[in-house]
């Protein structure tokens, strides 16, 4: 929440997100590599837009969603100059309304409802499969990203973390940990907030494929066009059957009370300090995950 009387406008930094289609394949593409693809709602409704164009063309058979850059992604943006938390947009995914002039929890938890855990679901909804293609950093938001992608393949010099807890805050908003990762493995990650690695995140089944960096997009692509022989509607049917059984093994229900818990942190972190992050920045959380990684290879 801005606490500015006139918030700074936003800078205009082109094209966020980029879409290319290659044959049956569309190419997806973060592209804020000089803050190393943090996501503002400017991003986020681009992806959008991005992800409902190549729903609506017929001839794309399957999605890649890609970072440009070192990074696939920092997660969401809590420091750019493109912060945008005050910019008023029309809602996509949650019928609620707008963040922009609400106070307090109010203000947040509109926000977070449609940018983060909302957008999330409807992407996971895509009727086409998709692939996210990790590279670098894929940090909180982006595992968010990467997860409601149908299959992961990550570059060996990919690592992963979601270290929000050193914010008093259990996991991002959309809570698919334990599916994802079990339930032993999340609570390592989310009580140590350590990153891993893309080979342990292969080890541990989150990720399909883990191939050198120089061959990260061949690999990718050569998976896409293989899935794009499929029939195109049955592979949908295959993705809704198989969402439809994580849903019943209880991933939709946990992400709603735990989306409960997320606020109430972010409550408690506003009354008992000065703001609802427990006043940690971007700088201070990378700072913190760069300590936290070099004791674990020191051993410390």
């Known amino acids: 929440m801005t606490t500015d009387a006139t918030p700074a406008p936003i800078p205009d930094e082109g094209e966020v997100v980029t879409y290319e289609r290659r044959g049956p394949i569309a190419l997806v593409t973060m592209n804020r590599p000089d803050y190393r693809n943090a996501q503002n709602s400017v991003m986020t ?17 399957v999605i890649i969603l890609a970072g440009s850059g070192k990074h696939f992604s920092a997660g969401h943006d809590i420091g750019t100059p493109g912060r945008d938390h005050h910019i008023e ?14 106070p307090g929890g109010d203000q947040r938890f509109a926000r977070e409802l449609e940018v983060y855990l909302g957008m999330c679901r409807r992407w996971r909804e895509i009727p086409k499969p998709t692939i996210a ?21 990550a570059a060996d010099d990919a690592f992963f973390s979601d270290p929000v807890v050193r914010m008093g805050i259990p996991g991002v908003e959309y809570f698919a940990h334990p599916w994802v990762l079990g339930p032993r493995r999340a609570k390592e990650v989310l009580f140590t907030g350590d990153r891993f690695s893309a080979e342990q995140a292969y080890e541990w089944g989150m990720v399909n494929r883990v191939v050198p ?3 990260l997009e061949s690999h990718t692509l050569e998976l896409a066009e293989k899935i794009a022989t499929m029939p195109q509607f049955g592979l949908a049917l295959t993705k809704k059957a198989v969402n439809q059984c994580e849903d019943l093994m209880g991933m939709r229900a946990g992400m709603d009370s735990v989306f409960g818990l997320h606020h109430f942190a972010h409550a ?13 920045t971007a700088k201070s959380m990378k700072a913190t995950a760069t300590t936290a990684t070099t004791a674990e290879r020191s051993g410390k």
Do not use: P
Request: net charge negative.
């Open 133 to 153: 293609m990790v590279q670098g950093a894929c940090i909180a938001g982006a595992m968010m990203l990467a997860w409601v992608c149908d299959m992961i393949v």
């Open 89 to 102: 947009y029309d809602n996509k995914a949650a019928l609620w309304w707008d963040h922009v002039d609400r």
């Open 213 to 215: 960096r120089a061959e």
């Open 45 to 61: 409704y681009a992806l959008d837009a991005a992800f409902t164009r190549a729903v609506e063309d017929a001839e794309v058979k």
């Open 268 to 280: 408690h972190n506003a009354e008992v300090g000065t703001d609802s992050l427990a006043g940690m």
